[in-house]
């Protein structure tokens, strides 16, 4: 069972940035994938950023503006979000991969609200 602890939710205007942190039971590097996905009121839980083989990849609409990084030495990973935009609005999941015994298995954080607003 991999444990996922997000923080560094909140409220911002349009063009602002935030930083949301990740914290995971166990070493990063033992994790097939691990990222971030959004959840908006009445839409579809979506994948914002994610590392996985080794490359970060991001949704079109955050490229350029969002990136995610690591700290393997804390088991933390980061998502920096720079020029927010209204439609950013929602809650931010950490998510990770593992597999077990061949089997992938998925865990999630309880999630982090992020606002944006004037």
């Known amino acids: 069972q991999v444990q996922l602890v997000e923080s560094g939710g909140g409220s911002v205007q349009p063009g602002g940035s935030l930083r949301l942190s990740c914290s995971a039971s166990?070493?990063?590097?033992?994790?097939?994938?691990i990222g971030w996905y959004r959840q908006a009121p009445g839409k579809e839980r979506d994948l914002v950023a994610v590392?996985?083989?080794?490359?970060?990849k991001y949704a079109d609409s955050v490229e350029g503006r969002f990136a995610i990084s690591t700290d393997n030495g804390a088991n933390t990973i980061y998502l920096q979000m720079n020029d927010l935009k209204p439609e950013d609005t929602a809650v931010y999941y950490c998510?990770?991969?593992?597999?077990?015994?061949?089997?992938?298995?998925?865990?999630w954080g309880q999630g982090t609200q992020v606002t944006v607003s004037s």
């Open positions: 998510n990770a991969r593992k597999y077990i015994s061949r089997t992938l298995n998925e865990y």
């Open positions: 166990e070493s990063i590097r033992s994790l097939a994938a």
């Open positions: 590392i996985v083989g080794g490359q970060r």
